[in-house]
């Protein structure tokens, strides 16, 4: 057994065909059926099942992928510190919206003034594509804020940031000094896409409520959703610190609704089988560092 056995394992179970993960990996299809039957038979285990001419993995199987993972992902950081990357420490990053628009960019301007050279790659995402690939170990760590609810991540509150409902500084509403559910819902809701929208807690908390708005724009562009708010007499769900340049400039401006703040955590998250190279303490320290100087409430 080698790791290209567990390579060509980990493609299959994350293309979920033989045929896809043979592409993936530039291999026959019959040599990818061949490692996999050399797995079972050097383990004597069932690693899927076929049904349908679909793989699903046995429990068994979801016991080998976990630790096939962690061993990849310690392999490939070894040749990363000895042979990629010589002197530069690599990191990849990855930030749900809200944070990749307002958190990263400075942590990325700090991480450039330390004294262990770091070079760094980063995705920008929905918390819940973020959260996959941590759990995949295709990034080293993120920073999200709402859920996140994976045992098999470290999961560390950081910061806080207070879910508003934003309207344009022209919106009827805003003349309101007491606002109705029946007032916000003569009005349409702009909303996030599904791997958002399911876990904005603002919109999960009038929900409960009882509070039915109707949506008729759905994005996952937030500067998109702010455009369409200047525009249009619609509502939305917004972080208050994507919208913190627009309140300043009398563009946007927030409902008051006092029964309804949410507050929302932003975390740090990375899997709990991590590694934690040096680039991944630099980057931590310099959050530490923004989060401390910033106006940004810690969570307790």
Do not use: W
Request: hydrophobic share 40%; glycine share 4%.
């Amino acid at each position: 057994m080698t790791l290209h056995h567990l390579e060509v394992f980990v493609a299959v179970c994350q293309e979920k065909t033989m045929h896809a993960a043979a592409e993936k990996l530039n291999l026959s299809q019959p040599s990818i059926s061949k490692i996999i039957a050399d797995l079972e038979k050097y383990y004597n285990i069932i690693l899927f099942e076929r049904i349908n001419h679909r793989l699903y993995l046995t429990p068994i199987g979801e016991t080998m992928l976990d630790h096939a993972l962690h061993i990849l992902e310690l392999f490939h950081h070894m040749e990363d510190d000895i042979n990629i990357h010589g002197q530069t420490n690599h990191i990849r990053i990855g930030g749900s919206v809200s944070v990749g628009t307002c958190i990263i960019p400075p942590l990325i301007q700090r991480l450039a003034h330390q004294e262990l050279p770091i070079s760094y790659s980063v995705i920008i995402n929905n918390t819940s594509k973020i959260e996959q690939l941590i759990n995949d170990y295709e990034l080293d760590l993120a920073l999200v804020e709402g859920y996140v609810d994976n045992p098999n991540l470290v999961i560390e509150d950081v910061a806080e940031d207070e879910l508003v409902l934003a309207v344009s500084a022209k919106h009827p509403l805003t003349c309101k000094k007491n606002i109705t559910f029946g007032d916000l819902e003569q009005y349409t809701f702009i909303s996030r896409e599904d791997g958002s929208s399911k876990r904005n807690q603002l919109e999960l908390h009038m929900q409960k409520l009882g509070l039915k708005l109707s949506t008729n724009y759905t994005c996952s562009s937030v500067d998109a959703i702010k455009q369409a708010l200047q525009y249009t007499d619609s509502i939305a769900a917004l972080s208050r610190m994507m919208i913190s340049e627009e309140i300043k400039k009398e563009v946007l401006t927030i409902l008051p609704l006092d029964d309804m703040k949410v507050k929302r955590s932003i975390r740090l998250i990375y899997h709990k089988n991590k590694y934690i190279s040096p680039a991944m303490k630099a980057f931590i320290k310099v959050l530490n560092e923004h989060v401390n100087e910033c106006s940004y409430n810690t969570a307790t």
